[in-house]
């Protein structure tokens, strides 16, 4: 098995990641490795219903995983894709690190967006459809506004400029190296290497989750992928929020 293996490369689409969820769907047997890769977003996703901007010669890229594992497990892959995506990235962009879980930043902006989707029948996994955001170029007219101040591109930190190709080989490289890691030898080392590239680790955070905020410091991943804070109160645990990297006190 290899993943990018068939690569199906389109024009244009809505999301890269809808578009290989309706294929896994009329086709259920459809080979795990299938990657769909686009020219054009219009309506990229993020986590937690957001909105992923692509621009021009962005890589919007979605990849089909069937893995034999306990459903309890697979929200490691999100983790992985991460680890992933940053060893193939820390080579020529300097600064690079991952934000809980998977948002890829240099100096605090956004270069790369992760979200993993899975299909479940009768208790049984169809396929996880892994998707993978990365700005390889500023638009030549900018970015939006509303997100001009926290996004970045690959080619903003290097000295070569990156095509899109090459990109996506770089990160198919290393995706298919992690996540047979991953299989053979369970989740232990996709967590020791998503520590090293914690940009919060050892700091003090604040996470903001539905209904409630803690702050503490950063202490890594448990076992289950959950983020350990140290807190006033104690260690805790979030399994989902959004983590914001506090300024040091003068």
Not at 52 to 61: K, P, R
Not at 154 to 167: E, F
Not at 203 to 226: F, K, N, P, S
Request: glycine share 8%; aromatic share 6%; with cysteine.
């Amino acid at each position: 098995m290899q993943l990018g293996q068939p690569l199906i490369h389109l024009a244009s689409v809505d999301s890269t990641n809808a578009t290989l969820l309706k294929m896994l769907e009329k086709n259920p047997g459809l080979s795990e490795g299938t990657t769909v890769i686009a020219d054009q977003q219009s309506k990229g996703r993020g986590r937690q219903g957001r909105d992923w901007f692509t621009a021009d010669h962005g890589l919007a890229c979605s990849v089909l995983l069937k893995p034999t594992a306990p459903l309890s497990s697979i929200p490691a892959l999100s983790l992985l894709a991460a680890v992933a995506v940053w060893q193939a990235l820390a080579p020529i962009v300097p600064s690079v690190g991952i934000k809980w879980p998977n948002d890829i930043l240099v100096h605090g902006a956004k270069m790369c967006g992760i979200l993993t989707e899975s299909r479940i029948i009768q208790g049984k996994l169809l396929g996880v459809v892994l998707g993978i955001g990365i700005n390889i170029d500023t638009p030549a007219k900018g970015w939006p506004t509303a997100i001009n101040r926290v996004v970045c591109s690959v080619n903003d930190y290097t000295t070569q400029r990156l095509s899109r190709k090459t990109c996506m080989a770089m990160v198919l490289e290393r995706l298919n190296y992690w996540y047979d890691c991953w299989l053979r030898d369970g989740f232990e080392p996709v967590r020791l290497a998503w520590q090293e590239a914690h940009i919060a680790h050892g700091q003090c955070i604040t996470v903001r989750m539905a209904a409630q905020e803690c702050q503490g410091i950063a202490c890594g991943l448990a076992h289950d992928g959950a983020l350990l804070i140290n807190t006033k109160d104690g260690m805790q645990r979030v399994i989902c929020g959004e983590v914001f990297v506090m300024e040091p006190s003068l």
